[in-house]
């Protein structure tokens, strides 16, 4: 089996009705795979490792948001 990329918009297919950017996906990898739900800072600490760099928790706020309206995560109501 070869794989190849498909870019099924030129192709006049709709696109599904989400997106998700790699700092998003970077998010939910963190999440899902923290031993305990993780607040922004502990994300923050993760991704940055992963990206070899500084995620402060301002920038990663608006897309975790966007995660929360998305229901891709969910907050622990639990404390």
Same mark, same amino acid.
């Given at each position: 089996?070869?794989?190849?990329?498909?870019?099924?918009?030129?192709?006049?297919?709709?696109? +599904?009705?989400?997106?998700? =950017?790699? %700092? @998003?996906?970077?998010?939910?990898?963190? &999440?899902?795979? /923290?031993?305990?739900?993780?607040?922004?800072?502990?994300? +923050?600490?993760?991704?940055? =490792?992963? %990206? @070899?760099?500084?995620?402060?928790?301002? &920038?990663?706020? /608006?897309?975790?948001?966007?995660?929360?309206?998305?229901?891709?995560?969910?907050?622990?109501?639990?404390?």
């Amino acid at each position: 089996m070869t794989a190849a990329a498909n870019d099924l918009r030129s192709a006049g297919t709709p696109a +599904c009705d989400w997106t998700m =950017t790699v %700092f @998003e996906l970077a998010i939910f990898m963190s &999440v899902f795979r /923290a031993r305990h739900p993780p607040g922004v800072e502990e994300i +923050c600490q993760v991704i940055g =490792t992963w %990206f @070899e760099c500084v995620v402060h928790p301002p &920038v990663a706020s /608006a897309p975790i948001e966007n995660m929360l309206a998305n229901r891709w995560v969910s907050e622990d109501k639990i404390a």
